[in-house]
């Protein structure tokens, strides 16, 4: 090799392997997965069952629960950007896809697998799961997992906010529909009224007042996102303390909770592969398709862990929100593991396009 071209190669910039990068965006998304709110959650539950709240402490926790639950609707339509939602909202076809995974494909798959859940979870889990596949798909890792993946980003902000906003009034008429007699949700009537005064009405008013307080929102984004946590929190020790002087760890057996585990990974990977193949043969291109599979597979627990402590009366929000809690947990981390595929193979391209 000639001086020429060892002072060329020695011009070239210097780049750390690629490998070091995927390996430093694999730790980042674990760190994410095992966090503080995941352990804060078993955390909870824990506590709830051996230190549950009754009598006057339960009224008073109910009254807490209450005001938490408008808080964080308050919070959550404060946040939402309006420009954001206008930047996405013209892939009418995309959204229509996403609201059909979320509102039509999880239903349906709710109730035909139930031959195959029933045996596996029992009765009582069962009606959680269908009335997990009710809920609105989540905003926050819908559009993170999007971005990570380099998807269509301003689309998965839309039909995210759009879903969950859709969610407070489609998600009570499907779980009429699906529960039926099964599910103590009072009547129809009460549980529109329930929703509007308590998650509705707070959500408007923060899309209200974002007017004045949008800047202040998004400067102390980092401790709001404490309040809302804390939130979900105390609405998941209310119910579980509930359903832990009610008995629910005496209906609620070892092996049906290890069922459970893989009734959400059935239904879970039914989905994913339903969005992807969907995707595909409705001839959207890849950014397009990367955000239909991650924004039409979630479910919210942020919206339904309140919106359970709204709809269902008596002893059993325990065992509704027990399937949604372990859902989220097996799709942030199977959707991690999709997202940083995704990342990979356009990364690799880009280095091939730049080798070449």
Partial sequence: MGVPALAAKSRRPYRLPLHNDKTDTVMKYLRMLFDNFTLALLGVVLIATVLPCSGDGAVYFGWLTNLAIGLLFFLHGAKLSREAIIAGAGHWRLHLLVF???FVMFPLLGLAFKPLFVPLVGNELYLGVLYLCALPAT??????FTSLARGNVP???CSAAASSLLGIFLTPLLVMMLLGASGDTGSGLDAVLKITLQ????FVAGQIARRWIGDWVKRNARWLKVVDQGSILLVVYTAFSEAVVTGLWHTV???????LFVVCGILLAVVLFGTRVLGKALGFDLEDRITILFAGSKK??????PMAQVLFVGSGIGAMILPLMLFHQIQLMVCAVLAQRYASREQDAEEASAAS
């Fill in 155 to 157: 689309a998965a902000i």
């Fill in 199 to 202: 998650l509705l009405v707070p």
């Fill in 300 to 305: 919210s627990l942020a919206t339904g862990v």
């Fill in 100 to 102: 059909s995974c979320t």
């Fill in 253 to 259: 057996s070892p092996q049906h909770l290890a069922g």
């Fill in 139 to 144: 905003v926050q890792s819908a559009i993170a």
